[in-house]
């Protein structure tokens, strides 16, 4: 993009400034090693928990002649259990899962099948049940107390007991499975009831935990139990307890149900916040829209509908027509065909999403459609996420891809912090910006290498859940490899990623995640010394202003509540654009839309229980739906809108400076701006602790102070305490102020720490500072740096961002070193180097008085405004310097000689008396040390007189330098006389 800053460049500026940017980033090459995301093991069932069996189980066990039925069915050779197969887990991420082994309670060693519960943080083992028989579990569950089981198998409708063995063929055939459901009290271990519940449809039971009275704690007299009918009915089981013995419980009387819902198409449970989500119809036989719906269970009182919306999505042919298959996944919470890939996720602050995976027809039904399909045919792959807190859906759109491998590319949805993670084993990642604190923008999109695969038996590859583990962050288990994995960001392979994207869209949202979402600045530190590795990309300066904003509203927002935090700025882009995303030929990737949803989300108003651990969810979510309504009288502060302000400011300091006086007329606008940035600073220290907490730069003079920054800062505080008392009327002004005083703060730190990471990345000490002198040619490090400083530089005035105190003299001693002469002087005229007294006295003070120095000294005191020139020509050593602060010198007492009345004055000058030498004591004294004793000049001795009757009437102000007086000006003129006339003064016209 070409800025302001650009503009202001000639083209041979432009091409010196860009030394590099005939390529950009030459870093990008094929990733093989480092991946986006790190699978971290954190669970294997077949390691963990056949280890305790072994230790527990020491019963005779015995093979089966069902062993190649695909069922697990008994014990090896050395005596160790086969393997187990994991069901389900419960709140608090106790695993239950199943094994087929010899009972312990039959002497004709009869392998039946087991339920166990395991505790992956405890590692404690328990054997909850002992079926009868070997039997197929597809999912269990057990109330909080642990006392009662339900479990629900599948088994073949016409001869169930024909071999003992399950039936695992989902397919029509001649025996189609039917489902069957369970309830058994296992402490103590006693009875078994069948719920006299018998489907074709999928069956699901699902005990209700929580901590009070009705959801099973130790004194409960009821426990709770859902139960779900694929495309029929979810209800509820009301079970009245009675104690027996110390700690067994025992059912007592039939249980009372409750019909919930009465047909539905898909559902999921939410263990950890207790809540059922389905999508349904509300008309029969309607294959157009689909209602979403939420059903929120408290623990005192009934389920509420907290939330109904219709969906712009409706069922294709292929799943509404098609009969029903299903695919019984270890700890899947959700009943569905398998056809239908849908997942609800939550995100903190808030939001609520439902993302779904659009069916793709394969060629077993085609016979269904009148259009023909081959399996080479190339066919879009498709998503959405309805973003229900925002009433906005989210389109991605990836194109070419053979059907047959299409139908094979199954998307999993899962929750990563404030993203969405989107992802295929092997084929994609995409980490989706959609969180309520966000308006959507800067996705992560990933395509081929650098994507993670996991090892799968398989060919379709692995098939993956969520496993709930404690303060782990997101862990995922593969159904296939009974493994569960802790999954996090892999900082080397973003890096990666960041190197070999090829759109910059890509590498932006990267930056912006490491800025604004990342646990700490480390990753931010390595993607600026990729930028780093190559300076010249035009993509630069974007990057570090997405840097510079990110991390200043991660600053503030962990000191901020959510009323505050829509007011400032997040990023430096506009969002809710779309995204596309390419590779090197140019072949789309990637295409993300978004869409207003046609019909408004509206929340049902009920009592929420905020005893559970996310009790203010619903009311964030209000929030966030309110908000929608409003979104316009919400506008984030912008600060490259302070561009106009802060110029006309500066206009106004430099016109009111009296270059004569050397002092400042300030009007009002200025006096307020000063008095702002005074007030940003006054007691205000830097926290420990604080993030980028770089208060020193070595490198840099901090006790150097830029006027012109104090004006950025004032006007930047000024402008902030009135956009948030505009939108929070309610704030004291004093508060208001408090935040934009703490926004200033945070600039100042963040680019303190994005020019510690610059000067890092380059290979200079982290406590070090440039040895060398204003006159020394700057080696290519310090080239590097200056080019770097630049773009930085850039980046600081689109944002009216402050800089640090020192950075002009640092940036603009450097482009001394490092620029020729001419190229200098144009970056000083086009206004991007600034001439500061710290430069100027460097300069003065380094270079020596040869020709070239002297001319360089010349054409930098020639562009330095009155005031700083002057002092300047004090500190140099040279005829013109000499004679021209003789002339101003001379020129200032005669002018304040009239200022003060000097044709009042009864003293007169007579011309005997100025040919006299010694007319007064002092003056003799004065001109007798000045004036050489060989060298009688009465015409100059006639004016030292007629100056010396001026000085004491005049106000001298003492200036850094050499100081100048009468002795001073008479030198200079008798210095001037003698270079221009030797010492014969006959053709002198005085």
């Known amino acids: 993009r070409r800025s302001e800053f650009e503009k202001k460049l000639r083209p041979e500026i432009l091409l010196t400034a860009r030394l590099f940017t005939t390529f950009t980033f030459t870093e990008r090459r094929c990733i093989e090693k480092e991946v986006m995301l790190d699978f971290r093991p954190c669970f294997d069932a077949q390691k963990e928990i056949v280890t305790l069996l072994k230790e527990d189980l020491n019963a005779p066990q015995a093979l089966s002649s069902d062993a190649d039925a695909g069922v697990d069915t008994g014990a090896d050779a050395a005596g160790a259990p086969r393997r187990v197969r994991v069901l389900g887990q419960e709140r608090d991420g106790a695993v239950l899962y199943t094994w087929d082994d010899v009972s312990p309670y039959r002497q004709d060693d009869v392998v039946v099948s087991h339920i166990g519960l395991y505790e992956p943080i405890s590692k404690v083992n328990t054997v909850l049940f002992i079926h009868e028989k070997l039997v197929h579990f597809v999912n269990c569950t057990v109330n909080l107390e642990r006392t009662l089981l339900a479990f629900t198998t599948q088994e073949k409708e016409k001869s169930p007991s024909t071999s003992g063995s ?142 109904e919306v219709q969906l712009p999505t409706g069922l294709p042919p292929e799943v509404s027509k098609a009969q029903s298959t299903y695919e019984h996944l270890p700890l899947s919470n959700k009943v569905t065909d398998q056809k239908l890939i849908c997942e609800v996720l939550t995100l903190p602050g808030g939001s609520l ?344 730069l070595t490198f840099l003079n901090a006790a150097e ?8 800062i004032g006007m930047t505080v000024e402008h902030l305490t009135d956009h948030l008392s505009r939108h929070l009327p309610r704030e004291t002004r004093v508060k208001v102020f408090n935040v934009a005083r703490e926004f200033v703060n945070c600039q100042l730190q963040q ?27 700057g080696d290519q490090a310090e080239c590097e740096l200056f080019h770097m400083l630049e773009r930085f530089y850039m980046a600081a005035q689109e944002l009216c961002f402050p800089l640090p105190n020192g950075f002009k003299t640092f940036f603009t001693m450097l482009g001394f070193r490092c620029l020729d002469s001419h190229v200098f002087l144009q970056y000083v005229d086009r206004g991007v180097l600034t001439f500061t007294d710290d430069f100027r006295d460097m300069v003065m003070e380094d270079l020596g008085d040869d020709k070239d120095h002297n001319e360089t000294k010349l054409n930098i005191v020639s562009r330095l405004p009155k005031r700083q020139a002057l002092t300047g020509l004090q500190q140099w050593n040279h005829p013109i310097s000499t004679r021209f602060l003789s002339k101003q010198y001379v020129s200032s007492l005669l002018l304040e000689g009239e200022d003060l009345g000097w044709a009042s004055q009864p003293r007169r000058v007579s011309l005997t008396d100025s040919y006299s030498t010694t007319s007064s004591h002092d003056s003799s004294e004065d001109v007798s040390q000045a004036v050489d004793a060989h060298i009688n000049f009465p015409p100059l001795a006639t004016l030292m007189k007629l100056l010396q009757m001026k000085e004491p009437n005049t106000k001298r102000h003492g200036r850094s330098g050499r100081y100048v007086d009468l002795k001073f000006v008479e030198q200079a003129a008798l210095q001037q006389t003698k270079q221009e006339y030797g010492t014969n003064l006959s053709n002198v016209s005085f």
């Open 751 to 777: 680019a303190k720490q994005l020019l510690q990471f610059i000067w890092t990345s380059l290979g200079f000490q982290p406590d070090g500072y440039i040895m060398s002198t204003v006159g020394e040619p």
């Open 166 to 307: 399950p039936c695992y063929d989902q397919s029509e055939g001649r025996h189609p499975t039917v489902y069957r459901s369970y309830l058994a009290e296992v402490q103590p271990a006693n009875r078994v009831f069948y719920l006299n519940i018998e489907r074709n449809s999928y069956l699901r039971v699902q005990f209700l935990h929580g901590k009070a009275q009705g959801y099973g704690e130790s004194s409960s007299k009821e426990s709770h139990m859902l139960f779900l009918i694929h495309n029929e009915l979810i209800g509820l089981y009301h079970m009245k307890l009675s104690r027996v013995g110390y700690s067994g419980v025992e059912m007592c009387g039939q249980p009372r149900t409750e019909v919930l819902v009465k047909r539905f198409q898909w559902a999921q449970w939410d263990h950890q916040r207790q809540r059922l989500y389905y999508l349904s119809h509300k008309k029969k036989r309607s294959n157009t829209k689909m209602t979403f719906t939420c059903l929120q269970f408290h623990e005192k009182l009934p389920p509420d509908v907290m939330m």
């Open 353 to 696: 999403c439902v993302c779904y995976q659009h069916p793709i027809m394969n060629l077993e039904d085609h016979h269904e459609q009148e259009e023909d399909i081959g399996e080479y045919d190339v066919i879009d792959i498709e998503y959405s996420v309805f973003m229900l807190h925002r009433g906005a859906v989210l389109h991605c759109c990836m194109p070419g891809f053979a059907r047959l491998e299409a139908v094979n590319v199954k998307l999993h949805f899962f929750p990563f912090n404030d993203y969405i993670l989107v992802f295929s084993p092997g084929h994609l990642v995409h980490l989706l910006n959609v969180a309520a604190e966000f308006e959507p923008c800067h996705h992560i999109v990933w395509h081929g290498k650098g994507v993670p695969n996991l090892p799968s038996p398989s060919s379709d590859g692995p098939v993956l859940t969520s496993f709930i583990r404690e303060r782990s962050g997101l862990c995922v288990y593969d159904c296939r490899q009974d493994t569960a994995y802790r999954v996090s960001v892999s900082k080397d392979g973003l890096a990666e990623v960041f190197v070999g994207c090829y759109l910059p869209g890509t590498r932006l949202a990267i930056m912006h995640y490491a800025a604004v979402h990342y646990k700490d600045s480390s990753l931010s530190r390595l993607l600026v010394g990729k930028m780093c590795n190559d300076i010249g990309s035009p993509e630069v300066p974007g990057l570090l202003t997405e840097f510079l904003v990110g991390t200043t509203y991660n600053a503030m927002r962990r000191q901020l509540d959510l009323r505050t935090l829509p007011l400032l700025l997040f990023t430096s882009t506009e969002t809710g654009r779309g995204q596309l995303e390419k590779n090197e030929k140019g072949q789309q990737l990637a295409r993300i839309t978004y869409s207003s949803m046609q019909d408004i989300v509206v929340m049902k108003y009920a009592k929420v229980d905020k005893a559970q651990s996310d009790g203010n969810f619903w009311e964030h979510l209000r929030y966030n739906l309110q908000k929608l309504q409003i979104a316009d009288m919400w506008p984030r502060f912008n600060t490259p809108s302070l561009q106009q302000p802060i110029t006309s400011a500066n206009q106004e300091a430099a016109f009111a400076e009296d270059m004569v006086e050397g002092r400042v007329r300030s009007s009002s606008l200025l006096k307020r701006i000063s008095d702002s940035a005074r007030r940003a600073f006054s007691g205000s220290t830097p926290r420990k602790g604080s993030p980028g907490g770089y208060g020193v």
């Open 705 to 712: 102070r830029d006027l012109e920054q104090d004006r950025v």
